[in-house]
């Protein structure tokens, strides 16, 4: 499975941005789908998931500081995943990383369960 990032770049403060995961296979649905971003000189943290339709309601998961202004999604005939983000705050800026579990079909964030990740695209939110 191939996970390919893009939408990332420069958004004013209180701004959006849509960021999509695209990825290859058939077994779309069978994966749980994360979104996890990396600060400079911060660890890399989950922001949201997104459980696979396969096994699971499809319940959607966000780190506190992003819920109610982050929204995941996923769409089963493009196989993507999307992150829309906005009230963006200068904190949000980071390469945000899809990746996708492929054995358990509810979302965690714990990054040892993803075995299939994204080069990351960059988010930059100026003040």
């Known amino acids: 499975l191939q996970v390919v990032e893009s939408g990332g770049g420069l958004v004013q403060t209180g701004g959006s941005l849509r960021l999509s995961c695209s990825t290859s296979g058939d077994r779309f649905d069978d994966y749980a789908i994360a979104w996890f971003r990396q600060a400079p000189g911060k660890e890399r943290a989950g922001v949201a998931c997104?459980?696979?339709?396969?096994?699971?309601?499809?319940?959607?998961y966000y780190e506190a500081s992003v819920k109610g202004r982050f929204t995941i999604t996923r769409d089963k005939a493009s196989k993507t995943s999307y992150l829309q983000m906005n009230s963006l705050k200068p904190e949000d800026a980071a390469d945000y990383y899809c990746a996708a579990d492929p054995r358990d079909f509810a979302c965690n964030d714990y990054e040892e369960q993803y075995d299939y990740w994204g080069h990351g695209t960059q988010v930059v939110v100026s003040s």
């Open positions: 997104i459980g696979a339709p396969s096994g699971d309601d499809g319940s959607a």
